[in-house]
């Protein structure tokens, strides 16, 4: 300790009559400050900088066999590879028999890492040290040397957790934006295919990529996204979520205007239609962008099987969605305001198993509504073995208590599970639902069926305002483009789909060659007669 601070003081003494090396060496204004010609100097700086930090390594040691120049090698332990260090940096080093060496013959002639960069000053390196890379010191030179050594331990390539599919690619995206950017390259093997680098998080310094292919995407909405990504200023970025509020179009509307997935060949599809793709390192999720409304009722399986049954199955999700939305609501209204409309023998059904409940039915299914929410989290918030079996045992349970009871009557447990089942087809539209649900409800209980028509009229106007960059949130519905219905509430034969959406990519609009239909089958023997 005392050696220490004799030499600071030894620094003061030889540096009071320079100004220029007097202001590197406070630690409060050390950042940005140009790296000192003294070797003694730097290392005073980088030690006050990482002063009560105990994985920083600092390694001190004599280049070449005739020890011509000090230097030292800054590190992080645990965030480098020892052996890129010991192998690739400091043996070829301490071992060189160059009796002149600089940091250019050191970059070309002895260092054997692939990545290499130059620094000019502390908070530059600090920066790279700070991201697993080692700053490489030498003495007289005004820059350093940083080696990309970085060795994460990360989260091997798995099956998607939330995204499953039954055919189609099984691997998903992990916390590594290297690994991620790697997985998306093999999915599009393009020089087009471009990766911009953005570092935000004044504390974190997390790295954020922009990913779009040039020539597909418009470069006006490229501008755009890369200026609301580049403009946020906070401290910590932790997750993509963090971002997607900062660019999101519409902050106070319960419909998102920006997607996520945690599949590569969803966003690779999604990047080959125009959009532009963000990803942050240390979390699977990706964000794309825009985002219209029909995207949440497709999924990637769709483009993998045969188009009529993913047909059936769109249209059978966008009936998940009216009755997830609407099916609570609906009942209240008409048992509550319009009996009249169901047939005699269920009304009278109804009417029997309701009676003794002493709760007004909008009462019913908003409790029911708020049991479900309540085991919904507990079955995700636990562990997935034990999750799944509150889920289920205590929905059970609970339903049956509450009819035995006489709380609530059977039509309204039927009604809050064929609601939840449906939901779960539309997860991304899940918590859009879960609000407006409530206010669908609140209409049907004061006005009946006038006032699910008026929620309904809300809603689309709502919708219809909604722009996602400058996209309109219901395109292809509104504005009306039927050449995109191919895709919609059905999924046309791949030979049919031979352009991209319009208000996507203006500029390479084409992405099949024109009449390209299977020819029919003729059979061997018929040719061979003829």
Avoid at 457 to 464: A, K, Q
């Amino acid at each position: 300790m005392f050696q220490k601070l004799l030499d600071k003081v030894k620094c003061w003494l030889l540096l009071r009559d320079n100004q220029e090396a007097q202001d590197q060496l406070p630690t409060e204004i050390v950042e940005g400050k140009k790296i000192a010609k003294k070797l003694k100097q730097n290392q005073i700086l980088i030690e006050d900088v990482f002063a009560d930090n105990y994985d920083i390594c600092i390694r001190e040691f004599s280049v070449s066999k005739h020890n011509i120049k000090d230097a030292f090698l800054v590190f992080i332990d645990g965030m480098t590879e020892e052996k890129v260090i010991s192998e690739n940096i400091l043996k070829p080093l301490m071992n060189s028999a160059e009796k002149a060496i600089d940091l250019n013959k050191i970059t070309k002639s002895i260092i054997s890492t692939p990545n290499i960069s130059e620094a000019f000053t502390i908070e530059e390196v600090v920066e790279g040290v700070t991201g697993g890379k080692a700053a490489l010191f030498l003495d007289g030179e005004q820059k350093v040397i940083l080696v990309d050594s970085v060795a994460f331990e990360s989260r091997a390539v798995e099956k998607p957790e939330v995204e499953t599919t039954i055919r189609g690619p099984k691997e998903s995206f992990v916390e590594d934006l290297a690994v991620n950017t790697s997985l998306l390259r093999r999915k599009l093997n393009n020089t087009n295919l471009k990766l911009e680098q953005i570092i935000l998080g004044q504390q974190t310094k997390t790295d954020v990529c922009l990913a779009y292919v040039k020539g597909v995407a418009n470069e006006k909405i490229v501008d755009e996204v890369r200026s609301r990504v580049s403009e946020i200023e906070l401290d910590a970025i932790l997750e993509s979520g963090y971002i997607e509020e900062f660019i999101v179009d519409h902050p106070l509307s319960v419909f998102s205007t920006v997607a996520n997935s945690e599949k590569p060949d969803i966003v690779a599809g999604k990047l080959l239609e125009g959009r532009i793709a963000v990803f942050v390192n240390g979390t699977p999720t990706v964000l794309t962008v825009p985002h219209i409304f029909v995207e949440s009722l497709m999924t990637a399986e769709d483009y993998y099987s045969a188009p009529y049954l993913v047909s059936l199955i769109r249209i059978i999700r966008y009936a998940a969605f009216v009755l997830a939305l609407l099916l609570p609501a609906t009942y209240i209204a008409v048992v509550s305001f319009h009996p009249e409309l169901l047939p005699t023998e269920l009304a009278i059904s109804v009417a029997i198993a309701s009676e003794g409940v002493p709760f007004p039915k909008a009462v019913e299914v908003i409790v029911m509504g708020f049991l479900f929410e309540i085991l919904r989290e507990a079955g995700v918030r636990m562990p997935r073995a034990v999750g799944q079996a509150i889920s289920i045992v205590g929905a059970l349970i609970l339903g049956d208590a509450a009819i035995n009871a006489g709380l609530v009557g059977a039509p309204v447990v039927i009604v809050t599970a064929l609601t939840a089942i449906s939901s779960f087809i539309v997860p991304p539209l899940t918590d859009a639902i879960t609000i407006l649900r409530l206010v669908a409800i609140s209409f049907a209980s004061v006005m009946g069926l006038p006032g699910i028509l008026t929620f309904i009229i809300g809603l689309v106007i709502h919708l219809s305002s909604l722009r996602s960059f400058g996209v309109p949130y219901l395109y292809p519905l509104a504005p009306l483009d039927i050449k995109s219905w191919k895709d919609v509430f059905i999924r046309v034969p791949w030979w049919l789909m031979v352009s991209r959406p319009e208000l996507l990519s203006k500029d390479n609009r084409q992405r099949a060659k024109l009449g390209q239909r299977p020819s029919p089958y003729r059979d061997e023997l018929e040719r061979d007669d003829s």
